[in-house]
């Protein structure tokens, strides 16, 4: 029987590690990555007869056939895998919020002055109990803000973590923090997964970013409840959304938390936010990046400032998650979790598919107050979103790394939810391969 000749795999991502000769191969599918030559990464790309052994062994050349096979195999153990994984169930008990952020997303929604009764959180906990009672789940609380000051809402947050303690399932707050340290006491009668709080930079840029309605700041009172937070062992994920207008003040926060001892703490942890369009953005589109422009600041500010590494270490899509592990992560056929392992819900008795839609007019998927209803058609089509679903995807090299991106996006952008939102991955394995390589190994001539 005849050998068959081997092919570039379906699934090489090449490109050029940032201002060095070297170049990068990465296959989501084998698993594997490898710093190689210009010349090397030619005969990858090109499929050069005579490195067949070399590259048949990490994946990079192929039987198509016995690939085709991988594939498959590959994608339904993803779903198996995302059948069983946990549950997240975001519950917005309010829109309203205490700050009058410049770039709030939520701004053009119609909060109600009407605080959820026991009715609507005992509905609520009756629907999760019934239809999740297969699943691990645990519950975010979220808004609007939804540690507000007053009775009323502090009884509403008492309802929400109670009923949640009482089933044993564990919460996440996501605040603005500023009465944080107050709600402490409540938020702890149920175990806490974490809090994620925001901070925009140091004092002078958060408060013209971040204010309270009405005016006045507040970073000193956000920064009380994140050591309030820290010193009582509950994880906090410090969130900085991220722009044109305070990339530079990065740094300067940076220096505040490692002056605070928040980036030794192990509990601590950091996330940023592009500052992006989603509904819309009173910050306007001049101020926004692309997600490869702000990765290319930070690729940028990280070199000029090494603390900022000490305070964030960017994704670069796969390349940090690659030299944490020493491989590359599963391949993902789905970046959207929306109707699979993320539900949406408001105190108003309605069903969304996610954060990115909860609230939104006209984007419910069902309601579970007063009546249980559930439009099953779109929920359907929420399931059914992945590589192998959207067009686009299905020949691209790097959608095993990029999974489609968010359906939210790409549906406020082009009308279909099936189309892909989709992400420069060989763009930011270039900036990432980069950042994170050590020199040892790199070929002998690029050190």
Known sequence: METPTLQPSRHNIVGPIRGTPSWFVVNPLSGNADVVTADEAAAIRDGWPDTEEKFAERGYLVDTVEEDGRYRRAYLDFLDERDGDEVQLFFAPWYACNFACTYCYQGEYAPSGDLPGPDVLDAFFQYVDREFHDRRTYLTIFGGEPLLPGSGHRTVIEGLVDRAAARGMEIAVVTNGHRLAEYLPILRRAPIREIQVTLDGPREVHDLRRPLHGGGST??????????????????????????????????????AI??????????????????????????PQVLYSRLEMYEALFDLARRHPEVLEFHRPAYSIAKYLFDNGSTPPPLFDACSGCKTEWAFDHTGRIYSCTATVGKVGEEVGTFWPAVARNDDEIARWQDRDVLAIEACRSCPVRLACGGGCASVARNRTGDLHAPDCRPIRELLELGTAAYLPPAYLPQEDR
């Open 219 to 256: 970073f000193d009172a956000i920064v009380a409840g994140v050591d309030a937070t820290l010193a009582a062992g509950i994880p906090v994920n410090l969130r900085v959304v991220v722009d044109r207008e305070n990339i530079a003040a990065l740094p300067s926060l940076a220096a505040f």
């Open 259 to 284: 002056e605070r001892g928040w980036t030794k703490h192990p509990a601590f942890k950091t996330q940023l936010g592009r500052n992006y369009e989603l509904h819309h953005c009173h910050a306007g």
